[in-house]
Every structure is written in C-alpha cells, then in structure tokens.
C-alpha cells in the first residue's frame, strides 16, 4: 500500500478498468453458471443493509427479526412450519452446516467417533470439503443409468457409523430429482440423519410444481428429512452470498451451539462469527416482491428455455444427455470430446462448462440467457457441427 491518499476518482477509474475483463451476465455468454444477476431491487436493499451483523444479533435485533422471517418463508414452501435454521454464504456453508449437525447429533445420541457420510456420486464437491473438515468419511452410492441415485447402493453403504445420508434435488451437473422420498423412508426406518440438497432446485420445484410440472415430493412432507440446503442466490436472484439451511428441529442447532462470550448471545451455532445481515434483506425483500406467481412465472419462461435449446440441438443433431427435470441440459457433439468441443466454445466466446458424470457439455439456463442469445448460440452451434 503507498504512503499517501490517493483521489476517489483515480482509484475507481482503476477498479473499473478491472472490472471490465470480467464477464458480464448481461451479455447472455455466461452459460455453465447456477449464479445470475440479482434483481436491482434485492441490490437496492442489499446496499441499505451492509453494516449490519448477524453475529451479534443483540444489537441488530430487527435484521435478526427479517432472517428469522426468512428462514420462515423458505421452511413454509418446503413444507415445514416451524423451520429452524440460518442465512449464509451459499449452499457449500450450508451443507457443511448440515453435516456437521448431523454429525454432532450421531455423536451426543448414538456415541459415533469415525462416523460416515453417504453421499450420491453426483454430489456437489462441498461435502468433499465438509467430510475433510468434520474428519468423516465418505461412502460414494452409486447413480443408476438414469443419473440418480440408486436406492440399493445407498441401502448396502449403511453401516453402524453412518452419521447422515445425502441425496439431491436439482443435481449440480444435471438438474436431476434423487428418488428422495425412498431415500426418506430408509434413513428413517435406520434412523439416520438424512439430508437433502436442493441448493439449486429449492427454488424452483415448489414453483414448478405448483405450476402443473409433474415433479417429486423432496421436502420435509416426507418424514425422514431432517434439513434441506436452498440458495437463495442461485435461482431466487438475490445477490451473492445468500444460501439457506433449514433445519426441521430447533436439537440440530443446538448440538453445534459453540459458547460466545463476548457477544450479546450466550452461544453460536453458526461457523462463521461476524456475518451479514444485507444477504437476508435482499432476500427477504425479493421473496416479498415476486411472491410465488412471479417466482413460478420465472421457473416455467427458464423450463421454455431448456426445452427450445433441447429442440434446437436435437434438430442440429447433437446428442442430448437426458430428458432435462430442471433448466440444466447437458449435450454432445457427435465426433468432438466435450473438453475440446468447450475449447472450441470459448474461442466463439460462449463460456460453457463441462459435466464429468457423463462428460458433455452442460448449460445452465439462468434468468440472463435470453431466447435471442439462445438463438445465436444454435447458430453458432449448427456451423461447428
Ligand atoms: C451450487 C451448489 C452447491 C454449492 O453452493 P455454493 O453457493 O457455490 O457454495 C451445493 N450443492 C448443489 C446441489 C449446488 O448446485
């Protein structure tokens, strides 16, 4: 850092010039992401919120009010009243979250020291993270030929330290549903922690559902789900970071309840300390704005998408993965690697990302991917086939 001030102008002029070499999800080139713009008015609350901090919830009693209202809103669209849980920085915080409760709690009630997590080989990476961090270890289950998770596989991995199962609901690469509710029914009977990640699809399947789409039940109807993961800042468009844990009882926060002593709380259950109150306003502000019909409206224009793009590319001749259950469809070229065929992109200036279970090209389809960018993107697509 240099010695002396330097004027506002000239620092920002620098700051933009930066700026400038990111992407913009404007642009409608941004295809292999699950964030998006937020919408200009959870950004507007957002900026009236910055210094507020959840971590002492005493001296932000109405900002620690809004989360609670929050984390009330998303427990109420999954299915539970009385909702437990945290605003955080995104679903890897969360899931790490929820296995750490679940871990903790196999530990208090059932004397677990090497505990095991059982997860679907097509989990997000995070719990690869969380196991490193808890010091648990991973049973993979395997997928069956449709991409989820086979109940067998996970039946056959319980073992006498499995401290929590974990399924999905919108996969990571896929967008695919797990078989949730027998997943449910066995975690129960086993009476194992049974977690599921819907950082991605919790925002959408309510919505959908209700809209007609036939889609499976995943949430805390079925008895044995005892937390689910919702981003707020994947399709709720609020501003990053803004992920959501929902806990379905109040023991799973207090078995990680940490003491605090200087604080205006007596413990803290959180894993990080100081944290923003601004993710829970922008959320809250945005869930109030769209309300289920805006939020619906949202999730079905995103379903056209995916299947105008499915059209289009099987019209082309490229291969289609998999009967799309959300907006991720996956794809390849006839003769091209997907590696290569993504290279291939990117010179074109379409930023896509490649899938490893299967290898194909895959596109998330974000409220910033228009129809007309969809339009150039088969254009460009039909000259490289
Ligand atoms: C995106 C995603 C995560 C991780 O969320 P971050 O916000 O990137 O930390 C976890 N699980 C699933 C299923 C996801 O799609």
Redesign the pocket.
């Known amino acids: 850092m240099q010695d002396e001030p330097i004027d506002k102008e000239i620092i920002l002029n620098e700051l933009m010039e930066l700026h400038k070499l990111d992407y913009n999800y404007a642009d409608g080139r941004i295809l292999g992401s ?1 964030c998006t713009e937020a919408h200009p008015f959870a950004k507007e609350v957002y900026c009236k919120f910055l210094d507020t901090n959840l971590g002492d919830p005493g001296l932000f009693k109405g900002t620690k009010h809004i989360e609670n209202d929050v984390i009330k809103f998303i427990g109420n669209l999954l299915s539970l009243e009385k909702p437990y849980g945290n605003i955080v ?5 969360a ?1 790490l979250m929820a296995i750490r409760a679940a871990r903790n709690h196999a530990r208090k009630y059932k004397g677990i020291v090497d505990g095991e997590i059982i997860i679907p080989d097509s989990a ?1 990476f ?1 719990f690869k993270k969380a196991a490193d961090m808890l010091n648990l270890k991973i049973v993979e289950a395997e997928l069956g030929d449709d991409f989820r998770i086979n109940v067998e596989s996970v039946k056959n991995a319980i073992s006498e330290n499995t401290v929590a199962i974990v399924a ?1 609901a ?3 690469e896929l967008g695919l549903i797990d078989p949730i509710e027998e997943i449910s029914k066995i975690a129960h009977e086993n009476n194992i922690y049974f977690h599921v ?1 819907a ?2 699809g919790g925002f959408s399947i309510p919505f959908l559902k209700e809209a007609g789409y036939e889609l499976p039940v995943f949430d805390f109807s079925l008895e044995g789900v005892c937390s689910i ?1 919702v ?1 707020p ?2 399709m709720g468009l609020a501003p990053i970071p803004a ?1 959501g844990i929902i806990f379905r009882k109040k023991e799973y926060l207090q078995v990680m309840a940490i003491d605090s002593p200087y604080l205006t709380v007596k413990t803290q259950s959180t894993i990080v300390g100081t944290r923003l109150g601004a993710s829970s306003a922008a959320t809250y502000a945005i869930m109030k704005y769209f309300g289920k019909k805006g939020y619906s409206k949202i999730a079905q224009n995103l379903m056209e998408n995916t299947y105008f793009l499915k059209e289009g590319l099987e019209n082309i001749g490229y291969d289609v993965v998999c009967e799309p259950e959300l907006n991720i469809l996956a794809f390849n070229h006839p003769n091209i690697e997907a590696h290569d065929f993504a290279k291939k992109l990117d010179e074109l200036g379409w930023k896509v990302s490649v899938a490893k279970c299967p290898i194909a090209i895959r596109i998330v389809l974000m409220n910033h991917i228009k129809k007309s960018h969809l339009k150039e993107l088969l254009e460009d697509l039909e000259k490289i086939y």
């Open positions: 699950m920085t995104g679903g890897t915080e899931n997000h995070s999905i919108g996969t990571t990640d950082a991605f993961t981003d800042h994947k992920g």
